[in-house]
């Protein structure tokens, strides 16, 4: 089955306790992203890979690390957690960036306290 | 810059009425089009999706939406709702950037 899986769903943790958030695709999708999702906000994009060692900042990027080591997987670090992360994070991945659909993972709500 | 705009926070509707959520982009050329739904709880799902050619797409679960250039809008349309589509919508915008940008969001809320 194809999908995108995220580890952790939930997490509860306190300001500046470095944190990673896994993302894994079985689709061999050269695109993955992660986004974060704000009420009133919509889904805004933090960092994204075009392919295995390419990545580029999104529009929210600051205060967020990510790595792209293999296709597969595209891990979401934040070195010194701070409050205003908390937030509900996706990861998706495709084959092309735009012109095919995004695979959403079911996502992860971080709460930083 | 290419922006996308829901400006319907919340709709509600009676379950088997007609359903349109609005969605205006701003791009200078045709942009890629999308419209995707979140169940509670869930991910986001591709509804349907709009690159060239006909102007009527048709997605899944009975959703429809039009491209419309002269008015800057892709709104999603449903000819009779059912209490599974309580959700929340979001339009998207892709250009020739190798990112989408998100609209922030119309939620739907259906009574039986």
């Known amino acids: 089955e194809a999908q995108v899986t995220q580890n952790p769903r939930y997490l509860i943790t306190v300001t500046g306790k470095k944190l990673t958030v896994t993302c894994s695709q079985n689709m061999n999708h050269e695109y993955m992203s992660w986004y974060r999702q704000d009420p009133g906000l919509g889904l805004r994009q933090i960092y994204y890979s075009m392919n295995v060692e390419v990545t580029d900042k999104g529009d929210v990027p600051e205060g967020y690390k990510v790595s792209r080591k293999e296709k597969r997987n595209f891990p979401l670090i934040l070195e010194s957690p701070s409050p205003n992360q908390t937030s509900l994070y996706f990861c998706a991945s495709s084959s092309k960036p735009l012109r095919r659909r995004q695979y959403f993972g079911p996502g992860t709500r971080l709460t930083v306290l | 810059a290419q922006s996308v705009t829901q400006p319907d926070i919340h709709i509600t509707v009676s379950e088997g009425a007609s359903l349109e959520l609005r969605c205006n982009y701003s791009?200078?050329?045709?942009?890629?089009l999308f419209w995707y739904v979140q169940s509670p709880g869930q991910g986001l799902q591709l509804l349907l999706k709009?690159?060239?050619?006909?102007?009527l797409v048709q997605g899944i679960k009975g959703f429809e939406a039009e491209f419309k250039r002269s008015q800057s809008s892709f709104n999603l349309r449903k000819p009779s709702v059912h209490w599974s589509d309580a959700a929340e919508y979001f339009c998207?915008?892709?250009?020739?950037?190798?990112?989408?940008?998100f609209g922030t969001g119309t939620r739907l809320q259906v009574f039986p």
């Open positions: 998207a915008v892709g250009a020739d950037t190798d990112k989408l940008i």
């Open positions: 709009y690159f060239s050619g006909d102007t």
């Open positions: 791009y200078g050329a045709t942009p890629y």
